[in-house]
């Protein structure tokens, strides 16, 4: 199985620059329009939308948004996925989904004291496209960098198979342990952001190297 991969949290026009000019291209590239250091505006990605490079997938990250800030979004451009990271309701997701035409992502913060309680996705399961599982610390829902025990994967790799959604993982996750991730716990694709950054910007290198890895993997399983 080849994963996928999106790079969230994308502010330069330069990086999706590079990634084409050496055709580094994820499966999808994240855009951050909730509160973050790496939050843009609905005007910034007007310009940003014009250098995605080519098989690509927008996906625009919101916490908690309204559905005229996500509005304000696709007046300047649409996006092809909306990620939800908050509290969003199914009948929001839903909402989003049939509004906008897009395909909805919705984020799951799995935070070290809480339990894994799978029968609160249920009724989700008709509203979102993919799921994604992240690290939840302090407070923050995601984007915090950390990895959580990926063992508590099965169970939703078990709902989401049920139920025909895609299973993404978030947290913590670089060239150094993202083969561990995909061998042990195959998911259908990795969102990172500070793992491909060098002083809070996105490094190419970081990009190339995560890739290779990945494909190297890729290859090996299929062997």
Known sequence: MKAKLKICGITEVSTLQQMAAEQLVPDQIGFVF???????????????????????????????????????????????????????????????????????????????????????????????????????????????GRTFD????????????EHGIELFVAGGIHAGNVVELLAGHKPDGIDLSSGVETDGRKDIDKIRTLIERMDAYEYRDSL
Do not use: M
């Open 34 to 144: 909730a509160p973050s250091r790496r939050q843009i505006k609905p005007e910034q990605w007007g310009i940003l939308a014009g250098y995605i490079p080519a098989g690509a997938l927008a996906a625009g990250v919101f916490v908690n948004p309204s559905l005229e800030e996500i509005d304000a979004v696709f007046r300047e451009q649409p996006l092809a996925i909306v990620q939800l990271h908050g509290t969003e309701s199914a009948a929001f997701c839903k909402e989003v989904k049939d509004k906008f035409h897009c395909r909805i992502t919705k984020a799951v913060g799995l935070s070290t004291e809480g339990k894994d309680d799978i029968a609160k996705l249920a009724p989700y399961r008709e509203s979102v496209d993919l799921l994604l599982l992240d690290t939840a610390l302090s407070g923050q829902s995601g984007g915090t």
């Open 150 to 161: 990926w063992e508590r994967i099965a169970p939703y790799r078990d709902w989401c198979d």
